[in-house]
């Protein structure tokens, strides 16, 4: 086997011309990104590209899923896990269209990925060619950046960029479609070379000395302060740097869906998680507060709820690396653009050293009138049926707070949300600005690729698990050892909730029939079972994660369980619903 240009010799700009194609140049494009996965399916106009990946086997791992939009989701759950960039391959036309659901997603969510489309030959571009689509034009929207190369001398510096662009400032998916006749041409390739630098792109604002002094000022002289942070503490890798600012302010901080696990959910100053159906102190006190700082989030309406009745009475301080999101939502008294590990560095040093106990002390006394009201009906159900909160309430039990858990959409994922324990970050992967159904089982593979020393548990609903459920094949042919959980309530649980709820148990739609789902397992080669008795979850879940390779496990659970607390559409946070 010839082998790969990239590994003669290092510093691969330094190596001597060689006629290459299009193709390889795309494979040794990866390795030199230090890429080792992929996540793909292939299709006529990529077909160059896995010819010459046959040569690249002991190099790169490529694992073939059954549909596309399970590479994407695959490919996030890889990125999410391991802050690496996810990569993609896909066919032109249906195979780069059903991208798309996944390119929204990792917008939404920030989430670097590097897509790379086949195209048909740059002759027929234009012409209705088979399977052809202006995919360029498609993803505009859904992509962070996106170009076409139609030729391959353009190959090694485009994907270049693509790494550069997805992985720097606020991260995002990128895709690079390559024509047929790209991928074909010979030309002499003298070697690959990082991008870091673009002269029209400025992935990081610079930090203002004058607003981190601002800054500073108000939180010293607050009484109230209330800390809110995002994924953008994980994204930016500045988990201690946040934990370093709380803990020397003393300030209490709750977290976003997506923030889930950038601070261990044990931390005395942490308050639970915000939103629609977050904790209930949280979203009170938000309303309460004389400053709020929110860090790496962007004020989604999920959070915020109603906006002029969104922290009205509070300076606002917003730490962003994405100037766009400042003021966009939320009015701003101080914006602190910039990477948030650099900017909390300079913040921590210019705040006083302090306390807040009497303030923390009533994001305490809220915290047990939920206790009261809320968890402890769901954690410990005095009913016959079980309830998806001692559902994870055992599997905190057992993983210790260290397993990174998937969810997929609907009311098992606010409910995994608002139960887990994590200690570790990059525990918590959702889908949480897009709500992809569908999500969950190959975010989950992807997972376990980019964590394969970790427990990757998938928590699921009846509902979006049969979405994606194909990619069951993918865990039967490659082995990713996910434990996949199914809380089966035989409704789509979160719409019927809602028409419980807004539309006089009109339940139009939402009541759902699944296949065995451990005949279906078994007909994947995986071990699975059933339950539907308290007594037995210990022992199933014990079994589950006991398992060396991949397991099903079904638990029935209350059919129409709610989840609360619950902030209504068009109510402000301090109006909160308990029940």
Same mark, same amino acid.
């Given at each position: 086997?010839?082998?790969?240009?990239?590994?003669?010799?290092?510093?691969?700009?330094?190596?001597?011309?060689?006629?290459?194609?299009?193709?390889?140049?795309?494979?040794?494009?990866?390795?030199?990104?230090?890429?080792?996965?992929?996540?793909?399916?292939?299709?006529?106009?990529?077909?160059?590209?896995?010819?010459?990946?046959?040569?690249?086997?002991?190099?790169?791992?490529?694992?073939?899923?059954?549909?596309?939009?399970?590479?994407?989701?695959?490919?996030?759950?890889?990125?999410?896990?391991?802050?690496?960039?996810?990569?993609?391959?896909?066919?032109?036309?249906?195979?780069?269209?059903?991208?798309?659901?996944?390119?929204?997603?990792?917008?939404?969510?920030?989430?670097?990925?590097?897509?790379?489309?086949?195209?048909?030959?740059?002759?027929?571009?234009?012409?209705?060619?088979?399977?052809?689509?202006?995919?360029?034009?498609?993803?505009?929207?859904?992509?962070?950046?996106?170009?076409?190369?139609?030729?391959?001398?353009?190959?090694?510096?485009?994907?270049?960029?693509?790494?550069?662009?997805?992985?720097?400032?606020?991260?995002?998916?990128?895709?690079?479609?390559?024509?047929?006749?790209?991928?074909?041409?010979?030309?002499?390739?003298?070697?690959?070379?990082?991008?870091?630098?673009?002269?029209?792109?400025?992935?990081?604002?610079?930090?203002?000395?004058?607003?981190?002094?601002?800054?500073?000022?108000?939180?010293?002289?607050?009484?109230?302060?209330?800390?809110?942070?995002?994924?953008?503490?994980?994204?930016?890798?500045?988990?201690?740097?946040?934990?370093?600012?709380?803990?020397?302010?003393?300030?209490?901080?709750?977290?976003?869906?997506?923030?889930?696990?950038?601070?261990?959910?044990?931390?005395?100053?942490?308050?639970?998680?915000?939103?629609?159906?977050?904790?209930?102190?949280?979203?009170?006190?938000?309303?309460?507060?004389?400053?709020?700082?929110?860090?790496?989030?962007?004020?989604?309406?999920?959070?915020?709820?109603?906006?002029?009745?969104?922290?009205?009475?509070?300076?606002?301080?917003?730490?962003?690396?994405?100037?766009?999101?400042?003021?966009?939502?939320?009015?701003? %008294?101080?914006?602190?653009? &910039?990477?948030?590990? =650099?900017? /909390? @560095? *300079?913040?921590?040093?210019?705040?006083?050293?302090?306390?807040?106990?009497?303030?923390?002390?009533?994001?305490?006394?809220?915290?047990?009138?939920?206790?009261?009201?809320?968890?402890?009906?769901?954690?410990?159900?005095?009913?016959?049926?079980?309830?998806?909160?001692?559902?994870?309430?055992?599997?905190?039990?057992?993983?210790?707070?260290?397993?990174?858990?998937?969810?997929?959409?609907?009311?098992?994922?606010?409910?995994?949300?608002?139960?887990?324990?994590?200690?570790?970050?990059?525990?918590?992967?959702?889908?949480?600005?897009?709500?992809?159904?569908?999500?969950?089982?190959?975010?989950?593979?992807?997972?376990?690729?980019?964590?394969?020393?970790?427990?990757?548990?998938?928590?699921?609903?009846?509902?979006?698990?049969?979405?994606?459920?194909?990619?069951?094949? %993918?865990?039967?042919?490659? &082995?990713?050892?996910? =434990?996949? /959980? @199914? *809380?089966?309530?035989?409704?789509?649980?979160?719409?019927?909730?809602?028409?419980?709820?807004?539309?006089?148990?009109?339940?139009?739609?939402?009541?759902?029939?699944?296949?065995?789902?451990?005949?279906?397992?078994?007909?994947?080669?995986?071990?699975?079972?059933?339950?539907?008795?308290?007594?037995?979850?210990?022992?199933?879940?014990?079994?589950?994660?006991?398992?060396?390779?991949?397991?099903?496990?079904?638990?029935?659970?209350?059919?129409?369980?709610?989840?609360?607390?619950?902030?209504?559409?068009?109510?402000?946070?301090?109006?909160?619903?308990?029940?």
């Amino acid at each position: 086997m010839e082998k790969p240009v990239a590994q003669e010799k290092k510093g691969f700009q330094k190596i001597k011309k060689k006629q290459v194609s299009g193709s390889k140049v795309v494979l040794e494009a990866l390795l030199s990104e230090e890429v080792h996965t992929i996540f793909g399916y292939p299709g006529g106009a990529i077909m160059p590209i896995y010819d010459a990946l046959y040569d690249f086997d002991q190099y790169l791992k490529h694992i073939l899923v059954r549909h596309e939009q399970g590479a994407i989701h695959a490919a996030q759950g890889f990125a999410r896990s391991s802050g690496k960039t996810g990569v993609v391959f896909a066919t032109s036309g249906p195979g780069a269209t059903n991208l798309v659901t996944g390119l929204a997603d990792a917008m939404i969510d920030s989430t670097p990925l590097v897509c790379i489309t086949g195209q048909v030959y740059a002759s027929l571009l234009g012409t209705d060619a088979f399977q052809e689509t202006d995919i360029v034009n498609i993803t505009s929207p859904v992509t962070k950046w996106n170009y076409q190369i139609t030729d391959a001398e353009e190959i090694a510096e485009v994907i270049a960029r693509a790494f550069y662009i997805a992985n720097t400032g606020r991260k995002g998916p990128v895709l690079v479609d390559i024509t047929k006749n790209a991928q074909l041409q010979l030309f002499d390739f003298s070697g690959y070379t990082r991008c870091h630098h673009i002269r029209s792109y400025r992935p990081e604002p610079e930090i203002r000395k004058e607003y981190i002094d601002q800054a500073a000022k108000l939180i010293n002289r607050a009484k109230k302060p209330f800390a809110l942070f995002g994924q953008g503490v994980i994204l930016g890798k500045a988990e201690k740097e946040l934990k370093d600012f709380l803990e020397k302010t003393g300030i209490p901080a709750a977290a976003t869906v997506m923030g889930l696990s950038a601070l261990e959910t044990h931390h005395p100053l942490y308050v639970g998680m915000l939103g629609m159906h977050g904790n209930y102190a949280p979203n009170i006190m938000t309303n309460e507060c004389d400053v709020l700082i929110a860090i790496g989030m962007r004020f989604d309406d999920r959070v915020t709820g109603r906006l002029d009745k969104y922290a009205k009475q509070a300076k606002v301080i917003h730490l962003d690396i994405d100037p766009s999101e400042v003021d966009k939502n939320v009015k701003t %008294t101080v914006p602190v653009w &910039g990477d948030c590990k =650099k900017s /909390l @560095i *300079l913040l921590t040093d210019k705040v006083n050293k302090s306390s807040h106990k009497t303030w923390l002390e009533k994001f305490r006394n809220l915290e047990k009138e939920e206790i009261k009201e809320v968890i402890e009906g769901e954690l410990n159900p005095k009913g016959e049926v079980m309830s998806m909160g001692e559902v994870i309430k055992v599997l905190n039990e057992l993983t210790k707070g260290d397993a990174i858990i998937v969810t997929d959409v609907g009311q098992h994922q606010m409910v995994a949300c608002r139960y887990a324990k994590f200690n570790h970050s990059k525990s918590n992967i959702t889908s949480g600005g897009l709500g992809t159904m569908g999500f969950g089982l190959p975010a989950a593979i992807g997972a376990w690729y980019g964590a394969p020393e970790r427990t990757v548990v998938a928590v699921v609903g009846d509902g979006g698990f049969q979405m994606t459920l194909q990619e069951l094949g %993918t865990i039967m042919q490659f &082995g990713a050892k996910v =434990k996949i /959980l @199914i *809380l089966n309530n035989e409704f789509l649980g979160m719409v019927r909730q809602w028409q419980q709820l807004f539309h006089d148990r009109r339940y139009s739609s939402v009541a759902i029939t699944s296949p065995d789902f451990l005949a279906l397992a078994k007909a994947y080669g995986i071990a699975s079972q059933s339950i539907s008795k308290r007594e037995d979850l210990f022992s199933a879940l014990k079994v589950m994660l006991d398992h060396e390779g991949s397991y099903l496990l079904e638990v029935m659970v209350g059919k129409e369980n709610n989840v609360f607390p619950m902030v209504t559409q068009g109510s402000s946070v301090s109006e909160i619903r308990l029940k």
